[in-house]
């Protein structure tokens, strides 16, 4: 089995080699560098084009988003696509979290993340699954229902948060969420689980389920966590 290439760009020394030795020791998982700085954070991610890159938001010279945006532009779409990021943002930041996820990444973790769900969102990153920490999922809630479309992570940059694109959203259009469907979603975006939303909702474990299967289905998700990304994207729990 091919190893899964991953660097990292973060610039807390301790945080960085922590994070470099613990991955080297995962079997099936290669570093293949490491950089403090959005500039080198650049030029590593141009020349060994990882699997994986994971990306702090708030580096020393430049944030995360640029050096994403940078990354992307500076290669054929095919090839940059290649690349997953997972963006770390302090979630006691609220402009942060929404920038990091404005950014566009494919997945967001909390720079507190214990080091067993960074590698879950690892290998569920590289089979092309969102991976999402229900405190960003949160606050992304919290900033969608107050109208608001985009964020400010500095004095000179605004980031949109990105729609769902267009056949999805003709499907949606088609065969839009029910508002039982949407109560089931929003729980799925503050992180619970079936036997949460149950509870919550006053409903059997077996509606809940249907619910859940209604709600991937109609967004066109592969898992919870895809359609709780999707949701937040498309402002549908406004």
């Known amino acids: 089995m091919v190893d899964i290439r991953v660097a990292i760009i973060e610039d807390h020394s ?3 080699i922590g994070m470099r030795s613990s991955l080297n020791e995962q079997e ?24 994986i890159a994971i990306i702090d938001i708030g580096l020393p010279d430049r944030d995360g988003i640029w050096l994403v945006q940078q990354f992307r532009e500076s290669l054929v779409s095919e090839t940059a696509a290649q690349t997953k990021v997972i963006m770390l943002t302090s979630f006691a930041k609220e402009q942060m979290v929404l920038a990091a996820f404005a950014a566009g ?10 080091f067993e769900l960074l590698l879950e969102a690892l290998h569920i990153t590289h089979e092309g699954q969102s991976w999402i920490d229900p405190a960003i999922a949160r606050i992304v809630l919290k900033h969608t229902r107050q109208g608001a479309a985009a964020v400010k992570p500095n004095a000179t940059q605004t980031v949109t948060i990105s729609a769902i694109d267009p056949e999805q ?33 006053y409903l ?16 066109c998700a592969s898992d919870r966590t ?7 994207r498309a402002g549908l729990l406004n």
């Open 28 to 51: 099936g998982i290669q570093v293949v560098g490491d950089e403090a700085t959005a500039s080198n954070g650049l030029k590593l991610l141009q020349s060994t084009k990882p699997d």
């Open 226 to 232: 895809q359609a709780a990304v999707l949701a937040l």
């Open 105 to 114: 990444a494919d997945s967001y973790c909390v720079k507190t993340i214990k």
């Open 169 to 201: 959203a003709s499907i949606l259009q088609a065969d839009p969420l029910t508002n039982r469907e949407l109560e089931v979603l929003e729980l799925i975006v503050q992180g619970y689980s079936n036997n949460e939303i149950a509870q919550k909702l």
């Open 204 to 219: 059997s474990l077996g509606s809940v389920k249907v619910y859940v299967r209604g709600v991937l289905n109609k967004l």
């Open 14 to 16: 301790l945080t960085r």
